[in-house]
């Protein structure tokens, strides 16, 4: 079992910033990719940016620029910063984790946390 605790969430204003963190604990083994999900209300949840175990990242065009997305391996966490937020990055963001052990690929995911930007 692998457990995935985000935070970092809230409102705050259009051009503001928010940093969201994930950690993760249980069984670690095998982490490969880390990243951050969001699902607005009526809309499908989309990719909003990975990171490897290496470092590579990569971004949803609409946030290139504005987040940015790091992991420390050594905490098993993953953080997403946020810059000039803007009303259309109203969403749960999820944290995504993806593990490859023995040839099978798993896919976990946290519970969300709320990211609402005013206008």
């Known amino acids: 079992q692998v457990q995935l605790v985000e935070s970092g969430g809230g409102l705050v204003q259009a051009g503001g910033s928010l940093r969201l963190s994930c950690a993760v604990s249980?069984?670690?083994?095998?982490?490969?990719?880390m990243g951050w999900y969001r699902q607005a209300p009526g809309k499908q949840r989309e990719l909003v940016a990975t990171?490897?175990?290496?470092?590579?990242?990569n971004y949803t065009d609409s946030v290139k620029g504005r987040f940015t997305i790091s992991r420390d391996n050594a905490e098993n966490t993953v953080y997403l910063q946020m810059n000039s937020l803007k009303s259309e990055d109203t969403a749960a963001y999820y944290c995504?984790?993806?593990?490859?052990?023995?040839?099978?690929?798993?896919?976990?995911w946290g519970q969300g946390t709320q990211v609402t930007v005013s206008s």
């Open positions: 995504y984790l993806e593990r490859r052990i023995f040839g099978r690929t798993l896919r976990s």
């Open positions: 990171v490897t175990s290496g470092h590579s990242t």
């Open positions: 249980g069984s670690i083994f095998g982490i490969a990719v």
